[in-house]
């Protein structure tokens, strides 16, 4: 089966590991280090040094031969192709435990994204000011003219379908959903799902294999290959 493909010609899996890539040279730049090689960067993103080379080769990156690649260079071309040389602005809806400690991450801005509005609908929430943005609400923000880009949804479940339909008629096309659950949205609009309890059972799952392999003196009951480094939020969080 073909990998899906997006317009630009570069598939989906590329774009998810991108990430792993930007943050592994963005590292290296703050240790000055100028060159890399595909098999040092694949060390440091946790995929295969295959892998880098195909993926990269999508953007037009081949590197050079016994040099490897350029920190610098290959650290603005995948900025580039991920849309992160322009700022993004951020809102997170939901103002608990989660979106405050979202909301006080340093670690988005210098990667292309600006927490622009805080929003709750707890009236008790709404007024007070947060990491110095006083929390709105959904319908203050639609008329205040802010522009979104990306809405990050940390309300409790039961809400995220009704906050989500609310953040599409103000016009955001993508969506970051912490809350546990599927949203059914129009097409056009992307949504990606961070859920740790899934990350968790499959980590139990491998967990799980290792043991049965060591009782059972089986090695290739453990052998299951639990794939690349799961980033959450495919590095937004890291
Ligand atoms: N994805 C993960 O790995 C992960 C980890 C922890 C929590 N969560 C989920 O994140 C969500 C938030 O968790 P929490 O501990 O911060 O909860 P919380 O109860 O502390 O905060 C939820 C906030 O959402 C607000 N809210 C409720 N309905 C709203 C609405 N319609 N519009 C705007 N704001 C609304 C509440 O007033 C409250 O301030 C939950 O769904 C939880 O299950 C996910």
């Not at 203050?140 to 949804?153: D, E, N, P, Y």
């Not at 609310?166 to 955001?172: F, I, K, R, S």
């Amino acid at each position: 089966m073909t990998a899906p493909v997006r317009r630009a010609g570069v598939p989906e899996a590329t774009v998810g590991r991108l990430p792993l890539y930007l943050r592994a040279l963005t590292a290296l730049l703050d240790q000055g280090i100028t060159s890399i090689s595909s098999e040092e960067l694949a060390t440091l993103a946790g995929v295969r040094s295959a892998q880098v080379r195909k993926d990269l080769s999508h953007l037009g990156s081949y590197g050079v031969r016994g040099v490897g690649y350029d920190s610098e260079q290959l650290s603005a071309q995948i900025s580039q192709e991920l849309g992160l040389t322009q700022e993004w602005p951020v809102a997170i809806v939901g103002m608990g435990n989660l979106g405050r400690a979202l909301a006080a991450y340093g670690g988005f801005t210098g990667r292309g994204f600006r927490i622009v509005a805080l929003v709750d609908d707890d009236p008790e929430v709404v007024g007070t000011v947060v990491e110095g943005l006083t929390v709105t609400t959904l319908t203050a923000l639609g008329t205040s003219g802010t522009a979104v880009a990306i809405g990050v949804i940390t309300t409790p479940a039961p809400a995220a379908q009704t906050v989500a339909e609310q953040l599409v008629l103000l016009g955001v096309r993508s969506i970051l959903n912490f809350a546990p659950g599927h949203l059914v949205l129009p097409d056009g609009v992307d949504v990606r799902g961070v859920d740790l309890a899934t990350e968790l059972q499959i980590l139990a799952f491998h967990e799980q294999r290792r043991l049965l392999a060591i009782s059972t003196h089986d090695p290739l009951v453990a052998d299951v290959d639990a794939g690349p480094d799961c980033d959450l939020g495919r590095g937004a969080l890291g």
